[in-house]
């Protein structure tokens, strides 16, 4: 069985702590344990949070990034009112940061947007609050839209940053943290990069056969970058950093680099450090589940919110729509006021049996891709089949299922070999500054490779 006792995941009761003991000691354990490093809270049952060891290799996020809430459901950051778009947005820019989430409850509800700056390994920057923003440093978004479809009732928020409110003053990692108005306490914190455009960037990707990872198709991003003027020791000044798929945890520093070009520079991943090429998402297309889909076994309507069966997703199989799935690691809820939740039930199909300790869990664009322990998978008795399930608002998302073992992920072991797939690489230049002593981000570029 997935489930055992020895679980690296445990829920927490944070909530009903203040109801036995005063409320500033409450205040105080909960920031204690948002600073331990070997923690990092996700959402869990109930509105309770869950905590995470940091042990699994290859997180997918950002050490900090963290939704502790469960009825805050369908987040989206994005720039310039296109929900596809990365939250990478240009200093002293027409460019804007569009946040995006539901509250599942029709109570009133207020929450504060603040900001924090980091370093390229997203440690805490030297700078002051005063130091990257103008203007009001605590913006409140105020009680939201209620939707017009009672199954279930949420409230929609959302805001438009920087405004006449809060301007951004430097560039390089940020953090937008959202905190619940009547608690402070922090309730969701996402990352998002504002870069200054200084110098360019030209980016293509090599396609590399490997012996490793099962024989699977490689990609090398190489790029070159034309230094700008006000960079006097380059090699000493400058680093870079390659994400594929919007996965900023996963970042990578390219280790072979070249300055022997006066003006440029280039860099690219060693092939040993290689990205995959044919790494998998299944689509989900939750705007048309119903009994006339052939991925739907069973409907039931009466439920809030409704459930939904699908079939099963086969290891190792592709789930072909031929339709081009959502690059945003968020997905792209729908924002009408009329769309619906919905609980979907998700089943696995796979000739590979986890040893005792394994787990296995489903992540996806509706996850945040964050590990839950609410999405592991259980055996079904009646079904034979490995299941889960997840609420989730209709719209166009991605998923997989990926394997913890020994305290390190396996997203490939599901995967099928040699499917053609799109993949996406953001590539970061980054410059230390000797006076602020913070890291600059001078220019970003995006490659996309594959069909």
Request: with cysteine.
């Amino acid at each position: 069985m997935f489930l055992k006792d020895n679980t690296i995941f445990h829920d927490i009761n944070l909530t009903g702590t203040s109801r036995f003991i005063p409320i500033w000691i409450s205040v105080v354990l909960f920031l204690l344990m948002l600073g331990c490093s070997s923690i990092k809270i996700e959402s869990g049952r109930n509105g309770q949070a869950t905590s995470q060891k940091n042990t699994p290799e290859n997180l997918f996020n950002v050490s900090g990034q963290i939704v502790t809430d469960q009825q805050i459901r369908s987040v989206q950051l994005f720039k310039n009112n296109n929900p596809d778009s990365p939250p990478i947005i240009e200093l002293n820019s027409s460019d804007k940061l569009h946040l995006r989430f539901d509250y599942m409850d029709v109570s009133s509800k207020q929450f504060v947007i603040t900001f924090s700056h980091h370093n390229i390994d997203w440690s805490p920057s030297s700078l002051a609050p005063s130091d990257i923003t103008q203007g009001i440093r605590r913006i409140y978004m105020n009680t939201g839209i209620v939707n017009s479809n009672e199954r279930p009732i949420y409230r929609s928020f959302s805001a438009v940053l920087p405004n006449e409110q809060v301007t951004f003053l430097r560039s390089g990692n940020y953090m937008l943290r959202v905190e619940d108005a009547d608690t402070g306490f922090l309730v969701m914190s996402l990352p998002f990069f504002i870069f200054e455009n200084e110098g360019s960037i030209e980016s293509s990707v090599e396609f590399l056969q490997s012996p490793r990872q099962n024989l699977r198709a490689l990609h090398r991003p190489v790029n070159r970058y034309k230094i700008p003027e006000s960079v006097e020791q380059p090699q000493f000044d400058l680093s870079f950093r390659i994400a594929q798929n919007r996965f900023w945890g996963r970042a990578r520093t390219p280790s072979e680099t070249d300055f022997s070009s006066p003006g440029s520079v280039m860099f690219e991943m060693e092939q040993e450090r290689a990205f995959i090429a044919d790494y998998y998402f299944h689509p989900l297309f939750a705007s048309e589940l119903s009994l006339s889909n052939p991925r739907v076994i069973d409907l039931f309507p009466e439920e809030i919110p409704p459930r939904i069966l699908l079939g099963d997703d086969t290891a190792n199989l592709a789930n072909l729509s031929g339709r081009t799935l959502p690059n945003s690691a968020f997905g792209l809820p729908d924002r009408n006021s009329d769309a619906e939740y919905l609980n979907i039930v998700f089943s696995l199909d796979t000739e590979d049996t986890p040893e005792a300790g394994d787990s296995v869990f489903l992540i996806g664009d509706f996850t945040g891709w964050a590990l839950r322990s609410e999405n592991r998978l259980s055996y079904n008795e009646d079904t034979k089949r490995w299941q889960t399930s997840a609420i989730i608002k209709e719209g166009e998302y991605k998923y997989k299922y990926v394997m913890v073992k020994e305290n390190e992920i396996d997203d490939l072991i599901f995967d099928p070999l040699f499917e053609r797939t799109k993949q996406e690489y953001y590539v970061f230049v980054y410059q230390q500054d000797k006076n602020e002593f913070y890291d600059r981000l001078l220019q970003v570029n995006t490659v996309i490779a594959g069909s």
